[in-house]
């Protein structure tokens, strides 16, 4: 009974079918066709026909649509079989347009990185230099030879006062520039005058120029005076001025002081040598204009000298030396727009009034044009050559020509103590805040 079969009997009784338009009964008996037309199948194993051959629905209606078949049974046990769907026909199309589309992909990835390799190789055949290279200006085209849209004129064009050099005699002439800045000397020239000892952007100067000079002509003992060196034979060029002091940091045994670097902007530098940065500042310059960076720096200067009061407040100068390498690990992108202060940039500072420099003035020749502040960095700074080269074409994209001042000027010799002016201050200038740690002797 548990297994479905009546009691007394082995087998199951024989299941009437319709006989219609369905499978004759016979066909499971002796595997023969009735009156259907449905072609006879064996199906292996058991010699019945597949699952799929036992519709048992009328024909015209199998065309159409399916109806409910029922469960096929086993000739000789009566067990219903599972019914099987016939197999459905895959559709591939999908799975060749995916494929056909990664191939593409491959062939364009190929492409491209054969194409990159190929730009990779022409570089580094290119590079001579062992050293890494700095952004530059022409990694987007060479921005310092590009016209400004820009149409206005140079307002500030010879707006420099004539004031030539006159003898230095002591009870004549104001105080001059450059002295030693070293914690703790003095000078000895009275004067009324005071430098100004906030920020130049805060007293409403802004910078007017930036030039360099061959060494310097400021001295601080220890970092750049008489015992500092540099490249054994510097080059020589028509017009070269006199050299100053150089920084102590220079060894002729590191490649960084001593690997050449390819000059594309500035004009007669060399790697390993010492440089003293000045920045002018001017509260009469026609400053946040096209026409606020000047050469000569006087130009900028005195663009509306109408407005100076007071020049030792209103005209000053940044100082700040470096010695030039080939590392990369030393560049800065921007040191048109003045001083560094950060870090130790700006972290020893020197305050006091004076007058301009260069090399035509001397201890026996000396400047017109002071009282001016000066505020100058006490400590030698190690700075790329990039730097320099960045600074040199972002010169060249200013409305006044200043391609005289791409090359290294000459250095005044240090002045006398009895030139220079006896209020020398210390402070800091981090973060372009000044701090003042002492104030002048009286």
Same mark, same amino acid.
Request: glycine share 8%; net charge negative.
């Given at each position: 009974?548990?297994?479905?079969?009546?009691?007394? !009997?082995?087998?199951?009784?024989?299941?009437? %079918?319709?006989?219609? @338009?369905?499978? @004759?009964? /016979?066909?499971?008996?002796?595997?023969?066709?009735?009156?259907?037309?449905?072609?006879?199948?064996?199906?292996?194993?058991?010699?019945?026909?597949?699952?799929?051959?036992?519709?048992?629905?009328?024909?015209?209606?199998?065309?159409?649509?399916?109806?409910?078949?029922?469960?096929? =049974?086993?000739?000789?046990?009566?067990?219903?079989?599972?019914?099987?769907?016939?197999?459905?026909?895959?559709?591939?199309?999908?799975?060749?347009?995916?494929?056909?589309?990664?191939?593409?992909?491959?062939?364009?990835?190929?492409?491209?990185?054969?194409?990159?390799?190929?730009?990779?190789?022409?570089?580094?055949?290119?590079?001579?230099?062992?050293?890494?290279?700095?952004?530059?200006?022409?990694?987007?085209?060479?921005?310092?030879?590009?016209?400004?849209?820009?149409?206005?004129?140079?307002?500030?064009?010879?707006?420099?006062? @004539?004031?030539?050099?006159?003898?230095?005699?002591?009870?004549?002439?104001?105080?001059?520039?450059?002295?030693?800045?070293?914690?703790?000397?003095?000078?000895?020239?009275? &004067?009324?005058?005071?430098?100004?000892?906030? !920020?130049?952007?805060?007293?409403?100067?802004?910078?007017?120029?930036?030039?360099?000079?061959?060494?310097?002509?400021?001295?601080?003992?220890?970092? #750049?005076?008489?015992?500092?060196?540099?490249?054994?034979?510097?080059?020589?060029?028509?017009?070269?001025?006199?050299?100053? $002091?150089?920084?102590?940091?220079? /060894?002729?045994?590191?490649?960084?002081?001593?690997?050449?670097?390819?000059?594309?902007?500035?004009?007669?530098?060399?790697?390993?040598?010492?440089?003293?940065?000045?920045?002018?500042?001017?509260?009469?310059?026609?400053?946040?204009?096209?026409?606020?960076?000047?050469?000569?720096? #006087?130009?900028?200067?005195?663009?509306?000298?109408?407005?100076?009061?007071?020049?030792?407040?209103?005209?000053?100068?940044?100082?700040? &030396?470096?010695?030039?390498?080939?590392?990369?690990?030393?560049?800065?992108?921007?040191?048109?727009?003045?001083?560094?202060?950060?870090?130790? $940039?700006?972290?020893?500072?020197?305050? #006091?009034?004076?007058? &301009?420099?260069?090399?035509?003035? !001397?201890?026996?020749?000396?400047?017109? #044009?002071?009282?001016?502040?000066?505020?100058?960095?006490?400590?030698?700074?190690?700075?790329?050559?990039?730097?320099?080269?960045?600074?040199?074409?972002?010169?060249?994209? =200013?409305?006044?020509? %200043?391609?005289?001042?791409?090359?290294?000027?000459?250095?005044?010799?240090?002045?006398?103590?009895?030139?220079?002016?006896?209020?020398?201050?210390?402070?800091?200038?981090?973060?372009?805040?000044?701090?003042?740690?002492?104030?002048?002797?009286?």
């Amino acid at each position: 009974e548990r297994s479905g079969f009546p009691r007394g !009997s082995h087998h199951p009784q024989p299941r009437k %079918m319709p006989q219609d @338009d369905r499978i @004759d009964a /016979n066909f499971v008996n002796a595997g023969a066709v009735g009156t259907s037309t449905i072609p006879q199948f064996v199906h292996p194993g058991v010699g019945l026909p597949p699952p799929s051959m036992f519709a048992f629905m009328p024909l015209a209606d199998a065309r159409d649509k399916p109806v409910e078949q029922a469960a096929p =049974k086993s000739r000789d046990l009566g067990i219903e079989m599972p019914y099987q769907a016939p197999p459905q026909k895959v559709n591939f199309t999908p799975v060749y347009v995916a494929l056909a589309f990664l191939a593409l992909l491959g062939v364009a990835t190929l492409g491209l990185v054969a194409w990159d390799s190929q730009r990779i190789t022409e570089i580094s055949r290119d590079n001579k230099s062992t050293m890494i290279s700095a952004p530059t200006t022409t990694d987007r085209g060479d921005w310092s030879s590009r016209k400004s849209a820009l149409s206005g004129s140079n307002v500030c064009a010879g707006a420099k006062p @004539d004031l030539p050099n006159i003898d230095c005699l002591e009870n004549e002439i104001g105080e001059q520039s450059a002295i030693d800045v070293t914690v703790g000397v003095e000078g000895n020239k009275a &004067t009324d005058a005071m430098p100004i000892t906030t !920020s130049y952007w805060k007293a409403g100067l802004c910078p007017v120029n930036v030039h360099w000079h061959q060494g310097t002509e400021h001295r601080s003992a220890g970092q #750049y005076d008489e015992t500092g060196s540099g490249p054994a034979n510097p080059p020589s060029w028509d017009g070269k001025g006199r050299q100053g $002091f150089q920084c102590t940091a220079y /060894n002729a045994n590191d490649a960084k002081f001593t690997t050449e670097y390819q000059w594309q902007h500035c004009t007669h530098m060399e790697v390993g040598e010492t440089y003293e940065v000045h920045w002018p500042h001017s509260a009469a310059g026609a400053c946040g204009t096209p026409n606020q960076y000047q050469t000569p720096f #006087y130009d900028g200067v005195f663009c509306f000298a109408g407005e100076l009061t007071s020049t030792p407040a209103q005209i000053g100068v940044q100082a700040q &030396t470096f010695i030039v390498v080939n590392d990369e690990s030393y560049y800065v992108p921007n040191l048109i727009d003045g001083m560094l202060v950060d870090g130790k $940039f700006g972290e020893d500072m020197a305050f #006091y009034t004076g007058s &301009t420099t260069g090399d035509s003035r !001397s201890n026996e020749m000396c400047s017109q #044009y002071t009282p001016i502040t000066w505020q100058v960095d006490r400590t030698c700074h190690m700075i790329s050559a990039s730097s320099f080269d960045k600074m040199c074409a972002d010169m060249k994209t =200013k409305r006044d020509d %200043m391609s005289s001042d791409l090359h290294p000027h000459g250095s005044r010799p240090l002045v006398d103590a009895k030139f220079s002016a006896a209020n020398l201050m210390s402070g800091t200038m981090v973060d372009g805040r000044v701090t003042m740690d002492a104030t002048p002797a009286p």
